[in-house]
Structures are given as structure tokens and as C-alpha cells.
């Protein structure tokens, strides 16, 4: 006769028990779906390092927005891949500008979808650095009046999320005084509030055409070996008007977003960046991981870990993943 007492197997057997117990589900309200947008009509342009993710004209952009929604993705993030670029990246508030347009025919064609923009400089920038630049450096204070400029043309394109991604100091708070001070109160800052100087943006890098003639973006981006600083970036930007914060990368941060959970009730999203995007399929092309498994099991360690949201170019394939079963 046995002495054991658990049997933790027992909750194990059957596929039904193990739902019972399952502690958390993956569900398509999780996700946000990223889309570079550019110039011209009907471009639909692969992205080499990104394997089934595209540069899309407005109009493309619009039919992924469609297809999001047949799929039961609420939520995208755009970024804008310009052909005119300037020292100060001023396409970046430009009423007409690229992610304008393609808010303006989303939200036409699919009203109930969530928008984020990214408000970031460096898509826009000849030099691909995240704002001003003198002297060799970011200019942080003079960068911040520009991005109070971005925030108020997204807003006015009808924006749910703006989202500063530029690590500079106060950007929280900039946004949030230039949106109210213009009359969009109602609108959310999606705050980039620990985004690491990572390895893993390269593929971003390529789609996003970001990358900077100069230097580097270590002297505004966290060092990976930080943690607690973490913590310090998050408490800043919820004192400064977040409605959400934001872990970037995610799958090398795993800790610092349940460290962000532990000390917030603010939601809490993740970027499941393009490195760890382009790693798996890599990986899956080769045959030395099963791609539909580790897709499903990358974004439920991210949710497990604590964030609500998760940014991936996975959303569609999980999407599609999840509705089979």
C-alpha cells in the first residue's frame, strides 16, 4: 500500500482535469499586433529578417486591421517607415503623416479596434537616434517639446494609446501635459517604461529602417544587468500619467516584468520583440522546434510572468493557434 498522501498526477490525467486546473488561459484579448506602415498603395513588402511579417502601404494596413478583427485581435500598434526624414524627425507630427492616414481608414473600417502609435523619433530621424541630437547626444529636454507635438497629431488622427518608446526622462509626463493642454484627456499613454538596450531589435531595425548613423542607444535604453532601476522607471512614469506600462524585450526579461506586476495594478504589456520573433522561426525552419507549440508556450510565459498585454508578431499565427484548439 502506498504512502503517499499528493499525487499531483492526479490533476494530470486527462485533458479535461488539466483545464480544470489550468491556472491561466491564453486568450486572442491578450495581444497587440504591430504594423510598419509606408509609402505608396497596394505595397505589401516582406520583411527579410521577419519571416511573414510585411511594410504595408495605408491601404494594406487597413486589411490587416480586417483581418485582426476576423481573427478577434482588438488591439495593433503602428509605426511609421516615412521616405522623408529630417534631423528633428518632424514627419513624425505631421497631420498627414503615415500612421495619421492609416488611423483615420482603421478606424473607418474597423471602429471598435484599439490603436496605439508609437511615438518615437527614430523611424523618422536622418541620424536614427530617438530625438534631437547635439553634440553626439539625445537632448532630452528639447526632444520632450517634440514629442508633445507627436502626441497631439496621433490624438487628433484618433489614437486610443499613444506610445512614448523613447526612454528619455519625463516623456510620461510631457505627453500627458500636451495631450490635456490640447483636449485629448481621454487619451491613454501606453508608457515604453523599461525598455532595455537589447540585441534582440535588429529584424525592428530592418523593418522599421531605424538604424542610427552614430553611436549607440545605450546613454537612454537600460542596461540589461538592471533590475531595480526598473522598478524606479515604472514608479516615474505611473507618477507621471502612464495608464499603462511596458516591459521591452520580453522573453530575456521575464523577471523585470514580474517585478513591474508585484509593484503596480496598472496593466502591464510586454514586447515580444523581433529577435525573439525571428529566433523561433529560425529555429521552427530548421526543424529543431515544433513552431505552433513554442509560439503558444512563448506568449503564455510572458502572460504567466505577469503582463496582461503582450506586443507580438505572433498575434495572428496564436490567433489562429487558439481557435483550432
Given amino acids: 500500500m502506498s504512502l503517499l498522501v499528493h499525487r499531483p498526477r492526479r490533476l494530470r490525467r486527462t ?38 511579417q510585411f511594410q504595408v502601404s495605408v491601404d494594406e494596413a487597413v486589411a490587416d486591421a480586417k483581418e485582426c478583427e476576423s481573427l478577434g485581435i482588438r488591439a495593433l500598434i503602428m509605426f511609421g517607415v516615412p521616405d522623408r526624414k529630417d534631423d528633428v524627425g518632424s514627419e513624425a507630427w505631421n497631420d498627414e503623416g503615415l500612421v495619421q492616414q492609416a488611423t483615420r481608414a482603421i478606424r473607418k473600417a474597423c471602429p471598435e479596434m484599439v490603436i496605439a502609435l508609437d511615438a518615437c523619433f527614430d523611424e523618422y530621424t536622418t541620424h536614427g537616434h530617438c530625438g534631437i541630437v547635439k553634440n553626439g547626444d539625445v537632448d532630452n529636454d528639447a526632444t520632450l517639446a517634440n514629442l508633445g507635438r507627436v502626441a497631439i497629431s496621433q490624438a487628433k488622427a484618433g489614437a486610443d494609446l499613444v506610445a512614448p518608446s523613447g526612454m528619455m526622462d519625463g516623456f510620461v509626463g510631457a505627453v500627458r501635459t500636451a495631450l490635456d493642454g490640447a483636449g485629448y484627456g481621454e487619451t491613454g499613454i501606453l508608457a515604453y517604461s523599461a525598455k532595455y538596450a537589447s540585441c534582440f531589435y535588429g529584424p525592428f531595425r530592418e523593418a522599421a529602417g531605424t538604424a542610427s548613423d552614430f553611436g549607440h542607444r545605450k546613454g537612454y535604453q537600460m542596461d540589461p544587468a538592471n533590475a531595480r532601476e526598473s522598478l524606479r522607471e515604472v514608479a516615474l512614469d505611473i507618477a507621471e500619467g502612464a495608464d499603462m506600462v511596458m516591459v521591452k524585450p520580453a522573453l530575456a526579461y521575464l523577471d523585470i516584468i514580474h517585478r513591474v506586476r508585484e509593484v503596480t495594478s496598472l496593466p502591464v504589456a510586454a514586447y515580444n520583440v523581433s529577435g525573439e520573433y525571428a529566433m523561433l522561426k529560425a529555429a521552427a525552419e530548421r526543424g529543431w522546434i515544433d513552431h505552433d507549440r513554442a509560439v503558444l508556450e512563448t506568449l503564455t510565459s510572458i502572460r504567466r510572468a505577469g503582463a496582461d498585454i503582450v506586443l507580438t508578431y505572433h498575434a495572428k499565427e496564436a490567433a489562429r493557434l487558439l481557435r483550432k484548439g
Fill in 15 to 52: 485533458e479535461g482535469l488539466r483545464a480544470l486546473s489550468r491556472e491561466l488561459v491564453l486568450s486572442v484579448d491578450d495581444f497587440i499586433f504591430p504594423i510598419f506602415v509606408v509609402p505608396g498603395h497596394g505595397v505589401r513588402r516582406p520583411i527579410g529578417s521577419l519571416p511573414g
